[in-house]
């Protein structure tokens, strides 16, 4: 089955910084990716996602790259501020099928 | 209908005792997914419904744990003889075939003691 890594597990960065968080996936077969945020005591929320034919996509200060070759994908958040303090998930699935999770990345953003 | 519902919120039972959670999915949703969370992990995944039908089982859904979908709506996740390692946040989400990220209910937090 698949298997998702996520790394870093925790990551800090001031107020207006890039953050990025990267994951990896072994299934080749995978073609859907997308990035939870999970605020502490709240479900997790789907904030972006991205499929296997395109390499790239963007939504404002979010964007998600696929490297489908080096099966990797990775979350960047531009300008960070205080309330993208969160939680993040990375997720791989194929057709939206049983979808597995990687273990979080908790990102605190510093005023 | 405001999005996936799980009920209850909350439950503390004695190891050994059953226990049922539910979830309403998504009216239009045709697929319905239980996964558990531990703190500080990812959701786990463990079962997951095309309508009535039961498409895929996590390994770690033992044969303590079982759920069903009778009607394609509603979905209900019973674990039996209840462990202090079932303790965990079990969420309940739902998706249209092939399409969209999942949404996800607020969850039932289980506590056995």
């Known amino acids: 089955g698949e298997n998702v890594e996520q790394h870093p597990s925790t990551l800090s960065v001031q107020e207006g910084d890039s953050a990025v968080i990267k994951c990896t996936y072994s299934?080749?077969?995978?073609?859907?990716f997308p990035w939870y945020k999970q605020e502490l005591g709240k479900r997790p929320q789907l904030i972006i996602d991205i499929r296997s034919n395109v390499g790239e996509k963007k939504d404002q200060r979010i964007a998600v790259t696929l490297n489908k070759t080096a099966k990797h994908f990775s979350l960047h958040i531009t300008e960070t501020q205080p309330e993208d303090s969160a939680v993040y998930f990375c997720a791989a699935s194929k057709d939206n099928n049983d979808m597995r999770f990687g273990a979080g990345t908790r990102l605190t953003v510093k005023p | 209908d405001t999005g996936v519902s799980q009920d209850p919120r909350h439950k503390i039972t004695k190891r050994g005792q059953n226990v049922t959670f539910r979830c309403d999915p998504i009216s239009e949703h045709n697929r319905l997914y239980w996964y558990r969370q531990t703190l500080g992990q990812g959701p786990e995944f463990l079962t997951y419904?095309?309508?009535?039908?039961?498409?895929?089982k996590s390994r770690l859904l033992s044969d303590r744990f079982s759920a069903e979908r009778p009607k394609g709506s509603f979905s209900t996740l019973e674990i039996q003889r209840t462990e202090q390692g079932d303790s965990a946040m079990y969420l309940c989400?739902?998706?249209?075939?092939?399409?969209?990220?999942?949404?996800f209910g607020s969850g039932t937090r289980l506590t056995v003691v």
């Open positions: 419904f095309q309508n009535e039908a039961q498409l895929e």
């Open positions: 989400a739902s998706s249209l075939v092939k399409t969209g990220g999942y949404t």
């Open positions: 299934d080749s077969a995978s073609n859907y």
